[in-house]
């Protein structure tokens, strides 16, 4: 029972069956080919008495896991957004787990409250962010680990909420939050990731959906026309959630428009770049962080496009005390005398504990290397656009906007209906595994570059499953 | 840079050191002796632009990251709470990371969602939980994994509130949710942990802090004119938080007399037995749970006591339907055929992705068997009564609450500031990493059996350290 001389050898075989199934993972069929319940004939009704052997429990990866499990690591893969994954960032979960560090407060785990607020500063440089980003000593901001880019979103908005409440309450400590909550706003766009809304729902916050331009696009005259609306009306603008990479097509907010709005309202703007934003550390993408200066709050998520495992999204923002504040609680049991002098990271989220999260990130920037990472977002980036050309010569699909990163959007020129069919037959085809979404009114379909280990000849072949699954579907309907 | 074969040996390497440090943990000081900044003088301002190699990156692991861990896996760590940890568990999560199975709904990992559900019905028998609480179906509830107890409060805090609009709305469809919510009251005690105070403010519901009797337990009768003075006020009671080992003294709230009072008043019961709840697999703990039939909610996080990594959280309900329609949005991009036949556990947190949590569970409930987890439990409270008997034998101590599992509540008689400098003395001499706490008026010391790897001569050894500690404060002050 789970010595240490079965682990060595359990670990070690480990690690030889993950290089296996990555290696041989584009074999399988991308999306799991089970139906709701294959799992329960598979598995006993209850947990075992006694320990069961490594050797029994390996054989069960192969006969009840695999069969079920949709390979986002698959090169056939192109649904939804990437999920990272890489080989350093496997040795940094192992770290985690191995000292089980929680880092609630500084003296719960100097190295793990330390190791993020560095790895964070590495990512502010290399995206060249606001020096008031950075973690140190005398900066008002710094950036903290999330689990996911919805938490850092709801996060801003609490402490927007707060920050407004306890501003108010400066002017009247009578004040009552309920007296005031059904007056605050935050503006979304239709574009918005609909995690947004959630929040919006959790927090008990009013949201207005802003109309989106032609290229999808929150600009500044529809949200300065709303803001001074709502004003007019007697309600408290509180915040703004602009997208750099929409979910749906990938459009990018202008935050050189939107941002001196804000601050003349003074509206907490949050800026969601989960997916795109780790192109920022590549030059020729950085100028969609114009106008980031204005930005209160940023989140990016290197676990989509940055080679590290879920879960790791980024916060930053201008204000810790805001975060900090937002939802403070100081008991006893965790009080401790350096608390004054560096970052409780506890402050910043919901869950009390906390892992050692950092450790994946530093080790996969310092196994790649800045250069091999700007190289992945560069290939998914190269390995779109070769799929949107290939599309692009066959008059029968429409591509629907532009191609910045790994994401195309189309459509077959036809209906919603003949769209969805065609998303139908290329995902039962089991070839490869793509999704739809509702693009304003139009139904599109959106093909993703994925996996790392995605080349060339699986964009040919993905092309050749769509255009062959539209022919069969055009054939059948004339 | 990180190809398969430099994995095959980083990854062995890893193995080897994770074997090495578990076993040599207890002979590092448990708490870090740094100061805050040590890092920044061992680690470059900047990213590496070219990759390096895992022989340099190895040994950072020792010279830069372990002086800043505070070793959790130490057998001289007595703070706060276990973190769970075990082989199979690290087994599990490299398995997840491989996988990078996202399973935020079941077609983008049926085996993600479906060893969820499976799981988490061994541990409803193991427990004999109320079989409302399995993943079946015709159940109308189910359990899901969350990362932490302060999420699954927060959730189920979210639902009743979003439940009683609902109910609201029925009767007046004109009804604003702001109209209600500041009638509405979630009843805590003065043992809760702060984190449910924390979800209070999240979600904008008042809250209601009731005194606990002598042995820090919130009484039936104390809850139940609380409820009746609201609803003569004219308040909503919405919600109460009973708690099955508290953080401070490990009390445990009399559900039985508690759930009929919830019940006469509709109001959802959660119950958070995030440490204990692990006990309950063991038959001589299962009465805790007498009345848990009246409860609306539980949690547990086996990542505490059950030997499994954090962030493993519990969360089960009576109605999925709650839960799910708390912050239901639907995008088309997430939308798939079978969602009807199962469960999208996106529904069911605030993020969107959702790792292969279940894997480590599974790992470790085959790997050691009911029966070793449930020695384990045993020999936690056994190790921490050992430690209970050596304090009783020594008068100038006051043995505070109840020794049920693994934690000693004790104080040096005397005053606070003398309990609060004999943990400064114990925890400066690096021997051992104890924490305080206020229980009431009384500031107490928590002495907490942590590592699974802790035996009869730790515990001594932290006696020694604890008693020898206070004799030369003593001394001093004489």
């Not at 947004?196 to 331009?213: F, G």
């Not at 004003?231 to 935050?255: E, Q, R, Y």
């Not at 969609?288 to 200066?293: I, Q, R, Y």
């Amino acid at each position: 029972m789970a010595t240490s001389e079965e682990f060595r050898i359990a670990g070690k075989d480990m690690i030889d069956y993950v290089i296996d199934y990555i290696n041989t993972c584009g074999e399988r069929p991308p999306l799991a080919k089970v139906t709701p319940g294959y799992l329960q004939d598979l598995i006993p009704l209850e947990a075992p008495e006694k320990p069961e052997s490594w050797d029994d429990i390996k054989k069960d990866i192969e006969r009840v896991i695999m069969p079920g499990v949709t390979h986002w690591n698959s090169p056939h893969f192109h649904a939804f957004f990437p999920a990272g994954s890489s080989y350093p960032s496997i040795l940094g979960d192992i770290l985690m787990d191995a000292t089980t560090n929680i880092g609630f407060s500084w003296i719960a785990g100097p190295a793990c409250t330390e190791l993020e607020m560095i790895v964070l500063n590495w990512l502010v440089r290399m995206m060249k962010l606001p020096h008031v980003f950075l973690n140190e000593k005398g900066s008002p901001g710094g950036g903290s680990m999330q689990g996911s880019s919805s938490e850092s979103t709801l996060y801003s908005l609490l402490a927007a909420k707060m920050r407004m409440i306890r501003r108010l309450k400066e002017l009247n400590s009578d004040l009552d939050q309920f007296d005031v909550l059904p007056k605050f706003i935050a503006y979304i766009s239709d574009q918005t990731l609909f995690c947004v809304e959630k929040a919006c729902m959790i927090a008990s916050v009013r949201r207005r959906i802003l109309p989106t331009d032609e290229n999808f696009i929150l600009r500044g005259n529809v949200l300065r026309a709303a803001i001074e609306k709502d004003k007019d009306d007697g309600m408290i603008p509180l915040f703004v959630c602009a997208t750099l990479g929409t979910t749906h097509s990938l459009a990018f907010d202008p935050l050189e428009e939107l941002g001196p709005i804000c601050l003349e309202h003074d509206v907490w703007l949050h800026v969601d770049a989960a997916y795109a934003g780790t192109a920022f550390i590549c030059p020729e993408y950085r100028h969609f962080l114009n106008g980031v200066e204005y930005v209160t709050s940023l989140n990016i998520s290197p676990h989509k496009l940055m080679r590290v495992h879920i879960d790791l999204s980024i916060l930053w923002v201008k204000s810790r005390a805001d975060i900090e504040k937002a939802f403070f609680v100081d008991p006893a049991i965790m009080r401790h005398e350096h608390q004054e002098d560096t970052i409780d990271y506890r402050h910043w989220q919901i869950p009390v504990g906390r892992k050692f999260r950092s450790l994946k990130l530093w080790f996969v920037l310092r196994m790649f290397g800045q250069e091999n990472l700007q190289r992945h977002v560069r290939n998914q980036a190269q390995l779109a656009k070769e799929f949107r050309d290939l599309m692009a010569s066959d008059p029968r699909f429409t591509i629907i906007a532009e191609v910045v990163l790994g994401l195309v959007c189309f459509r077959l020129k036809g209906s919603d209906e003949q769209n969805k069919e065609l998303l139908d037959c290329v995902n039962k085809s089991g070839d490869i595994f793509i999704t739809g979404t509702q693009l304003k009114e139009q139904y599109v379909l959106r093909f993703v570059v994925c996996a790392a280990s995605t080349e060339s000849k699986h964009i040919r072949f993905a092309w050749k499953a769509i255009e062959g699954a539209a022919g069969k579907l055009l054939q059948k309907e004339h």
